[in-house]
């Protein structure tokens, strides 16, 4: 499995690493990792790594299973779950995942829980002495135009009143670019 995952996350990965990790996120607030809980077993893991600066309203997604629990459908649902999460309790405009060019079962794990492909990228990656690309960058804009809208026409507004401020002050009478 490491072979998928960045190089962040440990490999060997041992006792030590996990007690690591989980200390980690004792203080995070909010929550953007969580465990995959299957009848009261840890199985797995899925997160959100929120963007910064100029990308802040935009999270990658990732998540790992256990091989014993594969192929029934737990990634799906756990994807969904977040997303949803994500959508109502964190101020997200975009969730995007960026599975590398051979990983079948997490591209259609996203496929399945609804996100659009967007493209690849070649050659993005080096991992264990090789080239690759992500293969199938896909994106949950959920609510998309909606929001842009709404934000736009505010942006808008708060520009016309700067700018008839601007004019106010200034001798200029044509606005300018
Ligand atoms: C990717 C991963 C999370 C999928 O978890 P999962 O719970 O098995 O996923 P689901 O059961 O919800 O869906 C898997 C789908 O992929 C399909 N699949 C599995 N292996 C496949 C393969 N080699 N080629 C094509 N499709 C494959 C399954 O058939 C299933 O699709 P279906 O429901 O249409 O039959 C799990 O394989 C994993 O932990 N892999 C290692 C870590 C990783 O890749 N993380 C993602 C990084 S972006």
Do not use: M
């Given at each position: 499995m490491w072979r998928i995952l960045r190089d962040s996350f440990p490999h060997p990965y041992g006792?030590?690493?996990a007690n690591r990790w989980i200390d980690s996120l004792a203080s995070e607030n909010p929550r953007?990792?969580?465990?995959?809980?299957v009848e009261g077993a840890i199985v797995g893991g899925i997160g959100l790594k929120?963007?910064?600066?100029?990308?802040?309203y935009s999270a990658e997604l990732g998540y790992w299973l256990g091989r014993a629990y594969w192929n029934r459908g737990i990634a799906t649902a756990a994807v969904r779950l977040l997303c949803d999460y994500a959508f109502e309790r964190l101020d997200?405009?975009?969730?995007?995942?960026?599975?590398?060019?051979?990983n079948?079962?997490?591209?259609r794990v996203l496929n399945k829980a609804?996100?659009?492909?967007?493209?690849t990228l070649g050659n993005a990656c080096?991992?264990?002495?090789?080239?690759?690309?992500h293969g199938d960058v896909r994106s949950d804009s959920r609510g998309f135009g909606g929001i842009?809208?709404?934000?736009r026409r505010a942006f808008m507004g708060a520009h016309a009143r700067l700018e008839g401020r601007a004019r106010r002050r200034s001798s200029l009478t044509q606005p300018v670019d």
């Open positions: 006792i030590t690493d953007y990792n969580f465990a995959i809980d929120p963007g910064q600066d100029i990308e802040r997200l405009q975009r969730i995007f995942a960026v599975p590398i060019s051979w079948a079962a997490s591209s609804g996100f659009h492909p967007e493209g080096f991992k264990d002495g090789c080239f690759f690309g842009v809208r709404r934000q």
